[in-house]
């Protein structure tokens, strides 16, 4: 009877504690309790040099895929490099936890909040609620309605040029009557962006055959994509299909696996973003994915906290700022001996991953002072 009792306690108060610790399927990184000791610099601008500690919120919609990863990494080495603290969150997806997460972030009382891939008419009228607080934010791949709040840049990947590298490079090895399954989904500003390339491109090469569309953005996108192109290959025999234009690298990573996985070898993917996970895929033997147009994720979030800090120091910043995009090719991947990752693309392509922009001489005083 004992031994059951304790069992019985030893249940519950496990259940308090996970209660109490709690659970989300965001993800989030919250450094608040361990700031960075403050460090006398010279020739900081008054707004920066009299705040005691600096905190910055990163809200990011989607997530589940490297690229956000990435983006958010670079976000937070960049801001902890000049002695900033940032807190990161993703919402998975889910629409009301971004939204919620947006709320605390000005509860917190945040010297300024970054958001990423605020996509509906909510974003917009939270943001302005935001600026009227006093509080500077940048926006990255989000609605485009941001562009009429005055104060904040809306930042985005060049996705026009983006989609023309990729489908440029496409038809050259294709040609102008090329059979085409396009993945792609409405509704995200990018996607739209890279959707109205591709049909001027359709306009501009009416030889060109759309097979099939279709994509989904979900959690598991690569998973759900790579089951629908395993069943779309059934449909349709050699000859009918030349490649695959994917507007979304979790896309690309998806047709990849299902078109290795069938022996479709006739078949080439042409893809948008990069990751470490893409550019192994990429690098195997018999690889479909053949090429894919990119911007750095990292430097994407560094840029964004550069800018973010511009706003807090109460200097001048764009209302719009596009970063530039990059072609990575299959050929150039193979020229490297050894296996190329996020970290030495630069050997292959000249200027990856590095940026001035928006790098001002206090920015530099600060990395410099707090240098490890």
């Not at 193979?334 to 630069?346: Q, T």
Request: proline share 3%; hydrophobic share 40%; net charge negative.
């Amino acid at each position: 009877m004992k031994h059951k009792f304790m069992k019985t306690l030893i249940i519950s108060l496990l259940a308090m504690v996970l209660v109490v610790t709690g659970c989300s399927t965001g993800g989030s990184s919250d450094s608040s309790k361990g700031t960075t000791e403050k460090k006398v610099v010279e020739g900081l601008p008054d707004s920066i040099k009299n705040k005691d500690n600096i905190k910055v919120m990163v809200i990011r919609k989607i997530g589940g895929d490297d690229h956000t990863a990435q983006f958010l990494a670079g976000a937070k080495q960049e801001g902890e490099s000049m002695g900033i603290t940032v807190d990161t969150y993703t919402a998975n997806g889910d629409t009301a936890k971004f939204h919620d997460a947006i709320a605390q972030a000005v509860d917190k009382k945040y010297d300024g909040i970054i958001i990423s891939h605020g996509d509906d008419a909510a974003t917009v009228d939270e943001v302005k609620k935001i600026v009227d607080k006093g509080i500077p934010v940048v926006t990255f791949d989000s609605n485009d309605g941001l562009k009429n709040v005055p104060g904040v840049t809306l930042t985005s990947q060049d996705d026009e040029e983006l989609a023309r590298q990729t489908l440029d490079n496409l038809i050259k090895e294709k040609g102008e009557n090329a059979k085409i399954v396009y993945l792609w989904v409405d509704g995200f500003p990018p996607m739209v962006r890279r959707n109205n390339v591709y049909q001027e491109v359709l306009k501009k090469y009416p030889g060109i055959v759309e097979v099939e569309r279709f994509g989904v953005a979900a959690g598991d996108t690569s998973v759900q994509t790579q089951n629908a192109v395993s069943a779309m290959l059934t449909k349709h025999k050699k000859g009918e299909i030349d490649a695959v234009f994917a507007a979304w690298d979790a896309f690309a990573i998806g047709a990849t696996r299902a078109i290795k996985e069938a022996g479709r070898d006739e078949i080439q993917i042409y893809g948008i973003d990069v990751s470490n996970s893409d550019l192994q895929l990429m690098q195997e033997k018999g690889s479909p994915w053949v090429s894919t147009a990119a911007v750095d994720p990292k430097m994407i979030g560094a840029v964004n906290v550069r800018i973010l800090l511009n706003k807090i120091a109460g200097e001048e910043t764009p209302a719009t700022y596009d970063l530039e995009a990059n072609l990575i090719t299959q050929d150039k991947l193979k020229d490297s001996k050894d296996p190329v990752n996020m970290v030495n693309l630069a050997n292959i392509v000249p200027g990856w991953g590095q940026t001035d922009a928006f790098m001002t001489d206090w920015m530099k005083a600060l990395k410099d002072a707090y240098k490890k």
